[in-house]
T-cell receptor, first 115, second 111 residues
Framework: DAGVIQSPRHEVTEMGQEVTLRCKPI?????LFWYRQTMMRGLELLIY????????DSGMPEDRFSAKMPNASFSTLKIQPSEPRDSAVYFC?????????????FGPGTRLTVT | RKEVEQDPGPFNVPEGATVAFNCTYS??????FFWYRQDCRKEPKLLMS???SGNEDGRFTAQLNRASQYISLLIRDSKLSDSATYLC????????????FGQGTELSVKP
């Protein structure tokens, strides 16, 4: 199994540009999570999907952030326009369900730098 | 106040030492508890779940005290490869079952 796949692994962009992060969950998993990690705030849940439907987006910082999951094997997190304070590592994770017995498997992350 | 609080460390210990990490959580409705491990510049990975009766996995022992809202992780006979950040995690079903991560405790095991 390839695990959770994220792309790109690194992204450097200028303030004001649109950034799109991509995630392919583990095949058969029906829950997908987007996290952001910074030194200051640690690991924070941005949004999660169950069966492709957004369940909780209360962690999305503001309207500049949006996430979609058009099918069970693909999700995107978009930032438009990007700002320097968005610089962080963005992780995607998937699990076979939202209950406590379902371990979340994290992807390798996308390291975003906004200059 | 953060919902899950940990001592950030770093904990610098020699090989073979026993080290303990503590974690407190503020939501009494929290129902599931975990320790994740994160290596430098890598993704978090589940180390172990934490059960009410306490549980052990080799050199690792996790304990939960619901009355005090306190979780611990004990590592015995520490190895160089144990160097990582250890994340305390709670799951709250009254928040849709999402995971809440502590800031992490950094461990550095020296030869």
């Amino acid at each position: 199994d390839a695990g959770v796949i994220q792309s790109p692994r690194h992204e450097v962009t200028e303030m004001g540009q649109e950034v799109t992060l991509r995630c392919k969950p583990i095949s058969g998993h029906n829950s997908l999570f987007w996290y952001r990690q910074t030194m200051m705030r640690g690991l924070e849940l941005l949004i999660y999907f169950n069966n492709n439907v957004p369940i909780d987006d209360s962690g999305m910082p503001e309207d500049r952030f949006s996430a979609k999951m058009p099918n069970a094997s693909f999700s995107t997190l978009k930032i438009q326009p990007s700002e320097p304070r968005d610089s962080a590592v963005y992780f995607c994770a998937s699990s076979s369900g939202p209950t406590d017995i379902n371990e979340q498997y994290f992807g390798p992350g996308t390291r975003l730098t906004v200059t | 106040r953060k919902e899950v609080e940990q001592d950030p460390g770093p904990f610098n210990v020699p090989e073979g030492a026993t080290v303990a990490f503590n974690c407190t959580y503020s939501n009494s409705a929290s129902q599931s508890f975990f320790w994740y491990r994160q290596d430098c510049r890598k993704e978090p990975k589940l180390l172990m779940s934490v059960y009410s009766s306490g549980n052990e996995d080799g050199r690792f022992t996790a304990q939960l005290n619901r009355a005090s809202q306190y979780i611990s992780l004990l590592i015995r006979d520490s190895k160089l490869s144990d160097s990582a950040t250890y994340l305390c995690v709670v799951k709250n079903y009254n928040q849709g079952g999402k995971l809440i991560f502590g800031q992490g405790t950094e461990l550095s095991v020296k030869p």
